[in-house]
């Protein structure tokens, strides 16, 4: 098992900032419980408050499919979805 890293970037649409704002906070304390998690931290853009940035870690790809399966995960999803300005832009990386 090797621990990845994610980065998820998310584009809200005008004026619906303060919306996907919320819907990402909810989900931190859930999937900050999950065994296999190690940080997960949303970030909101200083210059542009619709663009929003996740950062996390997971001990492996197989944990990030398990997150994406969870009921608090399937909420954000469906919340942030006409929300969104374009598809969350998701990148799954390991530390060099």
């Known amino acids: 098992m090797s621990q990845i890293d994610v980065v998820a970037l998310v584009k809200a649409k005008p004026g619906k900032g303060a919306a996907v704002a919320a819907a990402m906070k909810a989900c931190i304390v859930p999937s900050r419980a999950e065994s296999t998690n190690h940080l997960y931290v949303p970030h909101q853009d200083l210059d542009d408050p619709d663009l929003f940035v996740f950062i996390e ?16 995960f399937k909420e954000l999803a469906q919340t942030l979805e006409p929300l969104l300005a374009a598809p969350i832009d998701v990148k799954i990386l390991r530390p060099l």
């Open 57 to 72: 870690k997971w001990d492996s790809r197989e944990a990030l499919q398990a997150h994406l399966e969870t009921p608090h």
